[in-house]
């Protein structure tokens, strides 16, 4: 079993930067694919980006590439999802989520609790 703990969320204006960490315990972090998701106000959760066990893999949403970066630190046990230019759109709950599987998934047995992101226009 593992538990994850988002931070990094908060208030930033158009065009700023984020960047959104989420901590698991346990000591097989390195055996989970890691996965971003959020979920804006009165919309449904979205996948946002994901990475499979050793870093080598990723996959994101289509309409975030090239402004969103997953990678991932096992030796700290830990996901990061950096955000570049950032619109108010992308206001929402950022939620990561783990999943037992050296590949890329679309299953995810770990959910955090969530980070607030909120972009200003």
């Known amino acids: 079993q593992v538990q994850l703990v988002e931070s990094g969320g908060g208030l930033v204006q158009a065009g700023g930067s984020l960047r959104l960490s989420c901590a698991a315990s346990?000591?097989?972090?390195?055996?989970?694919?890691m996965g971003w998701f959020r979920q804006a106000p009165g919309k449904e959760r979205e996948f946002v980006a994901q990475?499979?066990?050793?870093?080598?893999?990723?996959r994101y949403k289509d309409s975030l590439k090239g402004r969103f970066t997953i990678s991932r630190d096992n030796v700290k046990n830990t996901a990061y999802l950096q955000m570049n230019s950032l619109k108010p759109e992308d206001t929402a709950v950022y939620y990561c989520?783990?999943?037992?599987?050296?590949?890329?998934?679309?299953?995810?047995?770990?959910w955090g609790q969530g980070t607030q992101v909120t972009v200003s226009s």
């Open positions: 989520a783990a999943d037992p599987t050296y590949g890329l998934t679309t299953g995810w047995d770990y």
């Open positions: 346990g000591r097989t972090f390195g055996k989970y694919a």
């Open positions: 990475i499979n066990y050793s870093g080598t893999s990723t």
